[in-house]
C-alpha cells in the first residue's frame, strides 16, 4: 500500500486528511456493525480495524498521527453536552441525584482506568512500531 505523501502538507490540511481518514474507518465500522448487526458501536469496530491495520504494517502511524493527536486534544469539548443535560434536568437532579452522582464517578472511574491502560497499550504498540521500523530501515542499511 503506498504512502500518503502526508508530511510535506501543511498542519492543517494534515489534520483534515487524517480526521478524513479516521471518520472513513468509523464509517467502515458502521457499515460492518449494520450489515452484521453487531452489538458493538461502530467507534469500536474501526478502532479494532485501525488497531489492526496499524500491527499488521498495512498502515504507518504517521499517517493518523497528527490527526489522532488533534482528538485527543480537544477532548474536553466532547463533555459540554452532559453539563448541557445536568442543567436541562435540573429537577430529576434534585430528586434523584445521589443516583446519578453515583453512576457518574464509577463511570468516572472506570474511564479513567480504561483510558490509562489504553494509554499505556498505545504508547506500548507506538514503542514497539517505531523499534520495529527502525530495525527495518537498519536491515535496508546494512543490505545497501
Request: charged share 10%; aromatic share 12%; with cysteine.
Amino acid at each position: 500500500m503506498s504512502s500518503p505523501n502526508t508530511s510535506k502538507m501543511p498542519y492543517p490540511l494534515k489534520v483534515i486528511t487524517q480526521l478524513l481518514f479516521l471518520i472513513g474507518l468509523w464509517w467502515i465500522g458502521s457499515f460492518i456493525q449494520q450489515f452484521f448487526h453487531l452489538p458493538i458501536s461502530a467507534g469500536v469496530i474501526g478502532l479494532i480495524l485501525l488497531l489492526f491495520a496499524l500491527m499488521s504494517g498495512i498502515m504507518k502511524l504517521v499517517w493518523i498521527k497528527s490527526g489522532a493527536d488533534f482528538i485527543l486534544a480537544e477532548l474536553v469539548l466532547m463533555f459540554i453536552p452532559c453539563v448541557v443535560g445536568l442543567v436541562k434536568y435540573k429537577q430529576l437532579f434534585i430528586t434523584q441525584g445521589w443516583q446519578l452522582i453515583l453512576a457518574v464517578v464509577l463511570g468516572t472511574i472506570c474511564v479513567m482506568v480504561m483510558t490509562a491502560y489504553s494509554v499505556h497499550f498505545g504508547f506500548k504498540l507506538e514503542r514497539k512500531l517505531q523499534q520495529k521500523h527502525s530495525h527495518h530501515k537498519a536491515k535496508l542499511e546494512a543490505h545497501s
